[in-house]
């Protein structure tokens, strides 16, 4: 998997944060931060990220967060 700019963005915010994000709250940080990217990016982003393995999908909190060791992929 291409890391592409906005997939770094997205990890490196969920490295950063301590609580697990929705996709919503990727969004907005993101954006708070002058990160310009859209909803569907995010989304986007995120499905690639899961299906590489290096995010997990927390569906009882309905959140994201970087995967055990992800700091070492890419």
Do not use: C, P
Request: no cysteine.
């Amino acid at each position: 998997m291409r890391l592409s700019r906005q997939r770094r963005m997205v990890l490196e915010l969920l490295w950063d944060e301590k609580d697990h994000l929705s996709a919503r709250d990727i969004f907005e940080k993101l954006n708070a931060k002058g990160r310009n990217i859209g909803h569907t990016s995010v989304y986007q982003n995120l499905e690639a990220l899961q299906s590489a393995g290096v995010i997990a999908t927390l569906k009882h909190f309905a959140g994201y967060s970087a995967a055990r060791g992800a700091r070492n992929h890419g």
